[in-house]
C-alpha cells in the first residue's frame, strides 16, 4: 500500500493519472486538459510518475521533437484505485 501511495503522491497527481487513463498525452495536450497546472508542477508530475514506473516517455524526433507519455502496465493498474477513491470520496460520510 506504501508503494501505491508514494506513486500518487503530490497534489494534481491523480488528475494526471485520469488523463493518461484515456489514453497516451503530449505535454501540451495535458496543459490544454488541465489548465489550472503550471509548467512546473505538471513537469513534476511527469517527471515523478516515470520514475515511478507509472508512465512511459516516448522520444519522437522531428522539428521540434515530440514527448509521449503514456501508461505502462503498472500504471493502468491505478484506474480501479482511483475509481475506489472516487467513490469513497463521493458518499457522504454519515
Do not use: C, N
Request: positive net charge; proline residues 7%; hydrophobic residues 40%.
Amino acid at each position: 500500500m506504501e508503494i501505491t501511495l508514494a506513486a500518487l503522491q503530490g497534489r494534481w497527481t491523480t488528475l494526471v493519472i485520469r488523463e493518461f487513463l484515456r489514453g497516451s498525452r503530449t505535454f501540451t495536450d495535458l496543459r490544454h486538459a488541465l489548465p489550472m497546472l503550471s509548467d512546473k508542477v505538471l513537469s513534476d508530475r511527469l517527471a515523478h510518475l516515470t520514475e515511478a514506473g507509472v508512465l512511459d516517455r516516448h522520444r519522437h524526433p522531428g522539428r521540434p521533437p515530440r514527448v509521449h507519455y503514456a501508461l505502462t502496465p503498472q500504471g493502468h493498474r491505478l484506474g480501479p484505485v482511483l475509481q475506489a477513491l472516487w467513490d469513497w470520496g463521493s458518499h457522504p460520510s454519515g
